[in-house]
């Protein structure tokens, strides 16, 4: 633990605290095996380790039990008019309960994890500028996706990371209950503060269906949010420098 104040880390905090506590729940999970199917997707999610699944069954268990996911959706099917039985509908809670599962299992990744190995030290200071990372999010105003591109750049300060390490950070912070410039802004303090870089830039360029859906703003949409640390604070040039993506609204 690394006390890296995200909300996933937060959330961590509190599921150490809970541990002991859900223990009976944790093994009255896994005996009843109240739902196969997310019983299964948690053992395929979180390795063969049993230690790492019982510490993530606590989390489901303890804090959001899956069982009243699956209530939960019915009576959404049930709020909007629909017969939560009739035989399109009748796995849907489970469907539903899983997808949402996968769609947050950013807030089981252990971000340091994702960089352990792949540091090194390069003592050139070149910008390094990774573009166009497609990002997958779920607002968390409207559980409506939220979809795009990412871009960022830093200037290392004797220290950088491997470049397919960018994208998996960025998934990691996608893949929880978001808004764009929250998550734009926990890319770009977990890199600078990871890398020391001299500078740091994120920037994201969304499409909200909760926006576009409902005809708040027009189905092309796109809401761009940026970071800027370090350097890139310092001097509004370089970022046109090295990104030159038009203007922004700074976050
Ligand atoms: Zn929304």
Request: charged share 25%; net charge negative; hydrophobic share 40%.
């Amino acid at each position: 633990m690394t006390g890296f104040s995200t909300n996933g880390r937060l959330e961590q905090a509190a599921i150490e605290q809970a541990l002991e506590g859900s223990l009976t729940m944790a093994e009255r999970h896994s005996s009843e095996s109240l739902d196969p199917i997310i019983d299964r997707f948690l053992l395929e999610t979180n390795g063969s380790s049993s230690g790492k699944i019982e510490h993530v069954r606590t989390h489901r268990s303890g804090v959001r039990p899956p069982n009243p996911m699956l209530d939960a959706v019915r009576e959404l099917l049930l709020g909007v008019g629909e017969d939560p039985d009739r035989e399109g509908l009748i796995d849907t809670p489970k469907r539903v309960a899983k997808m949402l599962r996968e769609v947050t299992s950013g807030y089981d990744v252990d971000l340091d994890s994702i960089l352990n190995g792949a540091m090194f030290e390069e003592g050139d200071g070149q910008p390094v500028v990774v573009r166009d990372m497609t990002f997958y999010s779920l607002c968390e105003h409207h559980l409506l996706p939220f979809h795009g591109k990412a871009h960022v750049a830093y200037i290392p300060n004797g220290r950088v990371v491997g470049l397919s390490k960018i994208p998996r950070v960025v998934e990691a912070f996608a893949r929880r209950l978001q808004v764009q410039e929250r998550m734009t802004s926990q890319i770009a303090d977990f890199l600078e503060d990871r890398l020391d870089a001299a500078g740091t830039a994120v920037i994201l360029e969304g499409v909200h269906l909760c926006a576009v859906m409902r005809g708040v703003s027009q189905p092309t949409g796109v809401m761009r949010t940026q970071a800027l640390r370090g350097a890139f604070k310092d001097d509004p040039a370089l970022l046109e420098q090295l990104m030159p993506i038009g203007p922004t609204s700074q976050s």
